[in-house]
């Protein structure tokens, strides 16, 4: 017992009268340097299994390594990934050595530093590269980089060409208020939207007030942990978010995936949205395949008072258990997935995954991948654009708490039963209220 | 038929048809296209009626395996908790002994503890003693429901006469043979109705397997229900096609069994 | 037996002394791992901050008075109250209600009208939350589709109203349970002996003061049971919200459950989860066993 950590958990649970002191196993094996290594893949989306099992059989990608790699994947929704990799951890028992955290679960593994209990820093891995790797804010933990991202998750504009042509939407409209103003003529007309807002539940809510916010150059919480919602971005995407809702060119629905969606998207009654990279597979191809050709994609028009011509939404890290025999198999193996442009177009050709590294999306490779749901479009030229405008997201411990306390006002303000900034004081107020100082 | 009896039958179908709404429009989306579920205006009937949702939840979801485990843990843990409800309850209707009251106290009481209470330090000691799996979480800890003890007390005390019992001791049969020789036949009834409404309860828990169940590999079918639908992409097509699978069971042990449960379910409440 | 004698053994003597302890101790072992050592841990944890993983950390009453400042615990008492009044001020009378009907002399289709009553609390919970989440969908759901047929008005957000929303969740209490409570009602009825009525008929009762003078009294029993129950278990009030609204919008249908559930298995903040388990707890049990004793359940008069 190597690890005083371990030790620790021990303690606590003596006092809990646990009877697990007998059969104590040892912590920390020697490493595997070489050969064959048996690594436990956790993670949630198929996607993410294809990528991960064609890497580690793909000559290009493992070429001069010193392991080979047998995978043994596990399935199951995010929230329950982190139970049970907490769980097996304090069980002491084998959990994953490869798991993949979904963005908004990894501020639980924040708290009382469970995160560098449980996983290897990715540091040193990531220095070489610098700002050039996209995302590193999302699963960073007192200054430590705990996962890589897989994604990067680009919010772009999704729109029906065809309707945008016969109601002459210029494609090319250069703000948010010239499309909101088309949008509320189209929604007079035709009762068609041009964005949807969430009102479901707490976290959907919060996603898509989110997605708005970051766009606008605004904010949750800053690079320095410090509450930054309570901002004019934040008032002022509440009050374009109510405007949408209220001259019908935002669509309120309560979750952007369920069957009202599907409903919506194939009534043609949504004909535009922002949403991520991975919408097109998850959103509009498995609702409405019948619509092949129809959607294109565009960068997000800015706001006039600001910000960005994109967003970010959702996302999944990936991130090694730390201590185990198999630990420094699967950082090599996640580093040569992850950090290497073999491993990032293999990435994107599994599961549709966007780099992270900034510079290949200049790369022929990329921008020459066409798109057939989307008409055949150049789609890394948009993506390619919308990479450079990419607004952070900086994760905090406090995040899960701001989206079940902001969820609720955010609604509110959508629905007209507040006003902005009644809102964003009763969410601050409500954070403030939950997180302990 | 007086008028007032029109209006009393007239009230119970009405209310009867809102109870089976829902139940039948469930059915009825289940054999809906994804996107004809929220179709304005709803049909009844679908205009394409389809398989299709039946056919990608049983080719491309474990369902026949959430089943199986829905399924074993169910009757395992019925089984065992039906034989310790009839011992407890005869035990504690049939004989004299010291503590009695109290030990009946402590019986009762548990009813009123509040299972929200104990999931977080149970979840903690299972995990780490190691026994944080379905078979084990999901049957062991809940064999021996204080409600049923309960119901099992007041069904002896009404149907095993003392007679039979001093019978049986002057034959020289031991306590345990009487139980499983003269007062277990003599308890079917009740151990129907306790069957199946511990069947049900087990086959339907959602909140304690929610917790406890992390592996995908060991899913109950409330928790394979509810992994696809909190999956990317909000499936309701694939979820109600399995919704309307996974109630079948239910309802067949329900109707099997219908008259057993409502009568022997209220015996222990009644008197 | 190698020997026989004619003492019988020591067991044989003691057996109908000692028996019942054997038959009603799995309860009581079981009843000591499962619930008490965890009521005791729980307490334990509830002194600490823990996040699952580490040792708890000492923190005395910290967690208790962050609960007492805490306006989602607050929340999540009024509406768990909510719930309880709802189920003690509707679903209760309308089970007794329609037990009454039910129970009408000479009452055709009884078993058919009872088993339609009583099948939604066959079906899981999971699915039933499904299908009304498809009916009240404030988009597309069916419910605002017949309103719209019917009324011409069919734009209630069901779900996303933080009333509404309430109302839903207590709807599908109320569908979920009532017939279930029936059944018990009417198994109570039937035990009132006709005589009653006819004895009270004489008296020149009408149908009101009979069921308030012969009809209430005797079911006095059966309505303490159910009322218990049912107090004790709205008081845990989890699955009908978690899974039709998240306890949403906002926390306007977040129940005590939820609260430490999401305490606990959403926020890794365990020893909070067990603080508000152990006020939950001291509440109910205390309301329990009050009420238990007020209506002498399990006694034999």
């Not at chain 1, 104590?24 to 048996?38: H, L, N």
């Not at chain 2, 829905?70 to 009839?86: D, E, G, I, R, Y």
């Not at chain 3, 050592?37 to 002194?47: D, K, N, Q, R």
């Amino acid at each position: 017992m190597s690890d005083p950590t371990r030790r620790q958990v021990l303690w606590g649970f003596g006092a809990l009268g646990a009877a697990a002191l007998a059969g104590c196993s040892s912590a920390s094996a020697t490493p595997i340097t070489q050969g064959e290594v048996q690594l436990n893949f956790w993670a949630h989306d198929p996607g993410y299994d294809a990528t991960f099992a064609a890497s580690a059989v793909d000559p290009a990608i493992q070429q001069g390594s010193r392991w080979t790699y047998e995978l043994e994947m596990t399935a199951a929704n995010a929230g329950d990934l982190v139970s049970r990799a907490i769980t097996q951890a304090v069980a002491r028992r084998r959990g994953p050595d490869l798991i993949g955290v979904v963005v908004d679960q990894f501020p639980r593994m924040m708290k009382s530093r469970i995160a560098q209990n449980m996983l290897v820093p990715l540091d040193d891995l990531i220095q070489p590269f610098g700002d050039q790797l996209l995302k590193q804010g999302s699963y960073t933990s007192d200054g430590s980089v705990y996962g890589l991202e897989s994604d990067n998750s680009i919010s772009v504009l999704y729109y029906r060409q065809d309707v945008f042509q016969e109601n002459d939407i210029p494609e090319t409209v250069g703000s948010w208020e010239e499309l909101a103003e088309a949008g509320t003529r189209l929604a007079a007309t035709t009762g068609q939207a041009i964005g949807m807002v969430s009102t479901g539940d707490p976290g959907a809510v919060f996603n898509s007030f989110l997605q708005f916010l970051l766009q606008r150059g605004g904010s949750v919480f800053g690079a320095d942990g410090s509450l930054t919602l309570d901002s004019d971005e934040s008032r002022e995407v509440l009050a374009f978010m109510r405007k949408g809702v209220q001259d019908g060119f935002l669509m309120p629905l309560a979750d952007p995936y369920g069957g009202a969606v599907a409903a919506a998207l194939k009534n043609s009654e949504l004909v535009a949205t922002v949403m991520p990279n991975w919408y097109r597979a998850y959103g509009l191809e498995a609702n409405v395949p019948d619509q092949e050709g129809l959607w294109k994609i565009r960068t997000i028009p800015p706001f006039q008072a600001g910000g960005h011509i994109a967003s970010t939404l959702g996302g999944t890290g990936f991130a090694v258990a730390s201590d185990t025999a198999r630990s420094d198999a699967a950082v090599e193996l996640l580093r040569r997935t992850y950090l290497t442009p073999e491993g990032q177009f293999l990435r994107y050709q599994k599961g549709g995954y966007l780099p992270t590294l900034a510079p290949l999306y200049q790369e022929p490779q990329f921008l020459e991948i066409t798109d057939p749901f989307l008409g055949g479009q150049r789609i890394f030229e948009v993506y390619g654009e919308a990479a450079l405008d990419m607004p952070a997201f900086d994760q905090h411990v406090g995040m899960q708490v701001m989206t079940t306390t902001l969820g609720g006002p955010v609604l509110d303000a959508v629905m007209g039963r507040s006003t902005p900034d009644q809102a964003i004081a009763a969410a601050v107020a409500a954070y403030r209220n939950q997180v302990r100082q | 038929m007086t008028k007032q009896r029109a209006g009393l039958y007239t009230a119970l179908t009405l209310l009867a048809v809102l109870f089976l709404i829902p139940m039948i429009w469930g059915v009825s989306s289940a054999f809906k296209a994804r996107s004809d579920i929220f179709e304005y205006p709803p049909r009844l009937f679908p205009a394409e009626p389809t398989l299709e949702n039946f056919r990608a939840i049983l080719d491309g979801q474990p369902f026949w395996s959430w089943l199986l485990v829905s399924t074993l843990v169910a009757l395992v843990s019925t089984a065992v908790a039906v034989f310790l409800c009839c011992l407890a309850g005869f035990g504690f209707a049939k004989y004299q002994f010291r503590f009695k009251n109290a030990l009946f106290d402590v019986l009762i009481s548990s009813l009123a503890v509040p299972f929200a209470v104990i999931i977080v330090p149970l979840f903690i000691l299972l995990a780490v003693t190691g026994t944080l799996n379905v078979w084990f979480a999901l049957i062991v800890p809940w064999v021996a429901p204080a409600f049923g003890i309960f119901m099992m007390r007041q069904y002896v005390e009404q149907s095993v006469p003392d007679e039979l019992l001093h019978a049986a001791r002057i034959d020289g049969a031991g306590e345990f043979r009487i139980f499983l020789s003269v007062v277990l036949p003599l308890l079917r009834p009740a151990v129907g109705a306790l069957a199946v409404w511990n069947f049900l309860n087990s086959y339907n828990s959602f909140l304690w397997p929610l917790i406890v169940v992390s592996d995908p590999d060991q899913y109950t079918l409330p928790l394979g229900l509810q992994a696809l639908f909190g999956a990317e992409g909000r499936q309701y097509d694939l979820v109600l096609a399995g919704s309307v699978l996974a109630a079948i069971p239910s309802l067949i042990v329900f109707f099997v069994l219908r008259k057993q449960l409502l009568d022997g379910l209220t015996a222990g409440a009644v008197k | 037996m190698s020997t026989v004698s004619a003492q019988p053994s020591w067991w044989r003597r003691n057996e109908v002394r000692l028996a019942p302890y054997l038959f009603i101790g799995p309860f009581y072992v079981l009843y000591a791992l499962f619930m008490i050592i965890p009521i005791g841990a729980g307490v334990y944890l509830s002194f600490t901050d823990w996040a699952g993983l580490g040792a708890p950390q000492w923190i005395g009453l910290e967690n208790y008075r962050y609960l007492l400042q805490d306006n989602s615990f607050w929340t999540s008492l009024g509406n768990t109250v909510f719930y309880m009044s709802f189920t003690m001020l509707v679903v209760l009378p309308a089970s007794l209600l329609l037990a009454s009907a039910l129970n009408a002399r000479g009452l055709k289709l009884r078993d058919t009208f009872r088993i339609i009553f009583f099948v939604p609390v066959v079906i899981s919970p999971i699915v039933v939350a499904l299908v009304f989440g498809l009916i009240f969908d404030g988009q597309f759901g069916l419910m605002n589709a017949l309103l719209q047929a019917v009324f011409g008005f069919g734009g209630i957000e069901w779900t996303t109203d933080p009333l509404w929303a309430r109302v839903v969740v207590v709807v599908l209490v109320l569908w979920r349970w009532t017939g279930y409570l029936t059944i018990f009602f009417l198994a109570g009825l039937q035990n009132v002996p006709r005589e009653l009525y006819e004895a009270a008929a004489l008296d020149g009762a009408g149908a009101v003061r009979s069921f308030l003078s012969v009809t209430l009294p005797a079911l006095r029993p059966v309505t303490a049971f159910i009322g218990v129950t049912v107090l004790v278990s709205t008081a845990q009030i989890f699955e009908e919200p978690f899974l039709l609204t998240q306890g949403g919008p906002g926390e306007s249908t977040l129940s005590i459950a939820m609260f430490i559930y999401r305490a606990a298995f959403q926020r890794q903040e365990l020893g909070y989860a067990a603080a508000a388990g152990v006020l939950m707890f001291a509440a109910v049990f205390t309301i329990g066993r009050i009420a238990l004793r007020l209506f002498q359940v399990g006694r034999n008069a």
